[in-house]
């Protein structure tokens, strides 16, 4: 195995089966700290340079790649765009998923944060955001931000496409998507990029170094930096790195990590008593409903917030 450097580091040269994810740049919504989801918006000035930064490390570490994969959310397309326009590989293969999408933030999305907690509550939103299997509200049918009335998604048939999600949810469509379409890629010998949003990505994170629920709810990763796998012949994870410059990454994880214990409750536990809500695509509903579950849906004390792109 080649040298691959520390884990904030980038490698000597990098590895042949390497594979590689990066989290969208920093978008509009994220500066205006709104929740996101589906919502299609922008990259910012911050966010294009961002994702500049990453491909320029890619291209200074010797990487190349055969295909790339991304969702149908202009600020991972826009992202992936700039990343290859730095390593002059714009011709490259582009495979655009809605399963690649963000979770999807249902009736809170377009809300700023501080006000979707003075409405609801802080505890209410905190449970929302930090839960592995709680979702918000659903928007209703017909909503402008239903995707089942949107462009983007007309070739998707209407049962698939969600009202609201939990983080649960998003795994249960980007995993199948990346065990069906881009893992027989990889096991073919094609070298896969994937720049998506922060839950998706953390959700084949999960899979992939098989993590529990509460310890991926302590994953953080950073915007516009390059986080690359390499794997041994049974598809187990041999090697995981970040690509740039260690102390700007080591910020950029710590500044994730800060925003989340910005934003947690005092409680310690706050799912224990509340209305577990329902992660249903399907029918909408206006309040959460209960949530399917799974064997231990209790968060750690210390769990960090899931932050949402």
Not at 3 to 31: C, F, M, V
Not at 107 to 132: M, Y
């Given at each position: 195995?080649?040298?691959?450097?520390?884990?904030?580091?980038?490698?000597?040269?990098?590895?042949?089966?390497?594979?590689?994810?990066?989290?969208?740049?920093?978008?509009?919504?994220?500066?205006?700290?709104?929740?996101?989801?589906?919502?299609?918006?922008?990259?910012?000035?911050?966010?294009?340079?961002?994702?500049?930064?990453?491909?320029?490390?890619?291209?200074?570490?010797?990487?190349?790649?055969?295909?790339?994969?991304?969702?149908?959310?202009?600020?991972?397309?826009?992202?992936?765009?700039?990343?290859?326009?730095?390593?002059?590989?714009?011709?490259?293969?582009?495979?655009?998923?809605?399963?690649?999408?963000?979770?999807?933030?249902?009736?809170?999305?377009?809300?700023?944060?501080?006000?979707?907690?003075?409405?609801?509550?802080?505890?209410?939103?905190?449970?929302?955001?930090?839960?592995?299997?709680?979702?918000?509200?659903?928007?209703?049918?017909?909503?402008?931000?239903?995707?089942?009335?949107?462009?983007?998604?007309?070739?998707?048939?209407?049962?698939?496409?969600?009202?609201?999600?939990?983080?649960?949810?998003?795994?249960?469509?980007?995993?199948?998507?990346?065990?069906?379409?881009?893992?027989?890629?990889?096991?073919?010998?094609?070298?896969?990029?994937?720049?998506?949003?922060?839950?998706s990505l953390r959700s084949l994170v999960m899979k992939l170094e098989h993590l529990t629920p509460e310890e991926i709810l302590?994953?953080?990763?950073?915007?516009?930096?390059?986080?690359?796998?390499?794997?041994?012949?049974?598809?187990?994870?041999?090697?995981?790195?970040?690509?740039?410059?260690?102390?700007?990454?080591?910020?950029?994880?710590?500044?994730?990590?800060?925003?989340?214990?910005?934003?947690?409750?005092?409680?310690?536990?706050?799912?224990?008593?509340?209305?577990?809500?329902?992660?249903?695509?399907?029918?909408?509903?206006?309040?959460?409903?209960?949530?399917?579950?799974?064997?231990?849906?209790?968060?750690?004390?210390?769990?960090?917030?899931?932050?949402?792109?």
């Amino acid at each position: 195995m080649p040298d691959q450097g520390g884990p904030y580091g980038a490698p000597s040269r990098p590895a042949d089966d390497a594979t590689l994810l990066i989290r969208h740049g920093e978008s509009e919504w994220n500066k205006l700290n709104l929740f996101t989801g589906w919502t299609d918006v922008e990259l910012t000035d911050t966010g294009r340079e961002e994702a500049a930064a990453g491909g320029r490390a890619l291209k200074e570490a010797g990487f190349d790649f055969d295909v790339c994969y991304t969702s149908r959310l202009k600020r991972a397309i826009h992202t992936l765009n700039i990343v290859l326009g730095q390593m002059d590989r714009e011709w490259l293969p582009v495979i655009k998923s809605w399963k690649l999408n963000e979770r999807h933030y249902g009736a809170l999305q377009g809300l700023n944060k501080a006000d979707a907690a003075a409405e609801h509550g802080d505890e209410q939103v905190l449970i929302w955001r930090r839960s592995f299997d709680i979702c918000p509200p659903a928007l209703e049918p017909n909503d402008a931000r239903d995707p089942h009335t949107q462009e983007q998604y007309r070739d998707v048939a209407p049962d698939q496409l969600p009202y609201t999600e939990c983080l649960k949810d998003t795994i249960a469509r980007a995993w199948p998507y990346f065990e069906d379409e881009i893992r027989p890629q990889m096991l073919a010998g094609k070298r896969v990029l994937i720049a998506a949003h922060g839950n998706s990505l953390r959700s084949l994170v999960m899979k992939l170094e098989h993590l529990t629920p509460e310890e991926i709810l302590k994953v953080n990763i950073p915007t516009g930096v390059p986080l690359v796998y390499t794997f041994d012949t049974d598809f187990n994870v041999l090697d995981k790195r970040y690509i740039g410059d260690p102390a700007t990454i080591a910020a950029k994880i710590d500044a994730v990590a800060n925003q989340a214990k910005r934003t947690s409750s005092p409680n310690p536990n706050p799912t224990r008593g509340a209305a577990r809500p329902r992660c249903d695509v399907t029918p909408p509903i206006r309040r959460s409903a209960p949530c399917s579950t799974i064997s231990n849906n209790t968060l750690a004390p210390d769990a960090p917030v899931v932050t949402e792109a």
